[in-house]
Nanobody, 125 residues
Framework: QVQLVESGGGLVQAGGSLRLSCAASGRTFSTYTMGWFRQAPGKEREFVAAISWRNGGSTYYADSVKGRFTSSRDNARNTAYLQMNSLKPEDTAVYYC????WGLGSRSASAYDYWGQGTQVTVSS
């Protein structure tokens, strides 16, 4: 069983930055593709970013965050990160990290087996 714990959310003004962290339990973190999703009130959960366990950590982004968000990982620390810059009010949501063991970098939430509890990100205008 894999446990994921997110941290780093908060309130920030538009144009500001936040870095989310996702700490994972277990000894096989290096074989997980790590995904980031978000869910705003009244909306469905949507893909934000993912970083693969292979190919040097290939990254994938939703068009809405490309160029502003960066996904990274530190396998020695069993931690994934989501650096969010140039934040906009429409980025306001609960952000979740998710793990897909041996995954290929899917943008579908159903591909991910393990989920964190979520962390709130609020961007004020």
């Amino acid at each position: 069983q894999v446990q994921l714990v997110e941290s780093g959310g908060g309130l920030v003004q538009a144009g500001g930055s936040l870095r989310l962290s996702c700490a994972a339990s277990g000894r096989t973190f290096s074989t997980y593709t790590m995904g980031w999703f978000r869910q705003a009130p009244g909306k469905e959960r949507e893909f934000v970013a993912a970083i693969s366990w292979r190919n040097g950590g290939s990254t994938y982004y939703a068009d809405s965050v490309k160029g502003r968000f960066t996904s990274s990982r530190d396998n020695a620390r069993n931690t994934a990160y989501l650096q969010m810059n140039s934040l906009k009010p429409e980025d306001t949501a609960v952000y979740y990290c998710a793990a897909d063991p041996w995954g290929l970098g899917s943008r579908s939430a159903s591909a991910y087996d393990y989920w964190g509890q979520g962390t709130q990100v609020t961007v004020s205008s």
